[in-house]
């Protein structure tokens, strides 16, 4: 295969992204659940410990930068680029120079476009040599949330790259103002799974394993995101509703029914990333290819695409391929377009 050699390797750290925009609970839900024992050997990237306020989890400092709380969890701020901490704390872990960490929680600040972070998990092959990307959860205030949305671009970002979301703050909305905000997230993002968040108590497995991206198999959440991919683009009873920044923000869904010619779809998905890179926010796949019998799992943010991974089986009986896409400016027709004349 001349676009990626599969990677079947499972022994890379899973990192889970959790972004949201600023008051939309992170730090409450940060603080909840790494109270949690449950959450022991798992490293914590924050940006500063200040804004997290952790110090109630302190337990004892280890190296500088780095602190292990009572639950067990290593926590760690993130020292100038993400890159070079990914890589400094990958070698000390080697090192033995670390408590034992199998899973990594990467947060960033409320003002963060998740885009380069994303492309840098992806990209790297010094990170992905260590790390990959196992899913996006993102906080969304229910209260002010809409006007977020409206406002802000990378608030629209933020929940359109999720694979989960967590409304917090529905407590203090009016319950109609929640319903809106539910409907409009799912209209942007159709294949994120929705939470309501109270004071940040969550199970924190909702943190992890929210993406079908381990090779391993997620047979039920593959099947729960594929049901989602049917969605379309276009609402015309809501176009109404929708702000400035979403409105230009969609997800479709392609759908194969006969296996795929790797090296057509190869050079075609190619062709999609040089043409219309600089507007796909996120795509995520699961092929069935000629020759393979298990499916094949791609997933990519612009340009940049992770080395596609096979799950130990279908999620079910449904053998179609199905690739899913968040995009800005960018239609199915338009797309499918490209695949009849390629």
């Not at 809501?238 to 194969?256: K, N, P, V």
């Not at 043409?275 to 020759?291: F, I, P, Q, T």
């Amino acid at each position: 295969m001349s676009f990626f050699d599969l990677d079947k390797s499972a022994e890379r750290l899973p990192v889970a992204l959790i972004t949201g925009f600023l008051g939309s609970g992170k730090t409450t839900l940060l603080n909840r659940v790494l109270a949690d024992r449950r959450m022991a050997r798992s490293l914590v990237l924050v940006n500063e410990f200040g804004e997290v306020g952790l110090d109630h989890l302190f337990m004892e400092s280890i190296d500088g930068d780095m602190v292990l709380l009572q639950s067990g969890c290593v926590c760690c701020t993130i020292q100038g680029d993400l890159d070079r901490t990914l890589r400094d704390i990958a070698r000390r872990r080697a090192e033995n120079k670390t408590p034992p960490f199998d899973r990594v929680l990467l947060e960033t600040t409320g003002l963060a476009d998740p885009t380069p972070i994303l492309q840098l998990l992806l990209n790297s092959p010094l990170i992905s040599h260590d790390y990959r990307l196992d899913g996006v959860v993102t906080t969304v205030d229910a209260v002010n949330g809409a006007r977020q949305l409206d406002e802000h671009g990378e608030a629209v970002k933020q929940a359109a790259v999720a694979d989960r979301l967590l409304i917090s703050k529905t407590d203090l909305a009016e319950a109609a103002s929640s319903a809106h905000l539910r409907a409009r997230l799912g209209e942007l993002n159709p294949g994120a799974q929705l939470y309501e968040v109270v004071q940040g108590e969550i199970d924190p497995a909702l943190l992890f394993d929210s993406g079908p991206f381990d090779p391993a198999g997620k047979g039920d959440r593959v099947r729960q995101w594929l049901n989602a991919a049917a969605h379309e683009q276009h609402d015309h009873h809501h176009d109404h509703d929708r702000s400035r920044h979403d409105a230009h923000i969609g997800s479709f869904c392609l759908t194969f029914d006969d296996p795929l010619d790797w090296d057509r779809f190869n050079q075609w998905l190619m062709s999609v990333r040089a043409v219309w890179g600089d507007r796909l926010l996120r795509v995520k796949g699961v092929l069935n290819v000629a020759g393979e019998s298990q499916p094949l799992v791609i997933h990519g943010v612009h340009r940049t695409f992770h080395p596609p991974t096979l799950l130990a089986h279908w999620p079910d009986d449904d053998r179609r391929s199905r690739l899913v896409f968040i995009a800005r400016d960018l239609d199915r027709t338009t797309v499918e377009a490209s695949w009849r004349d390629g």
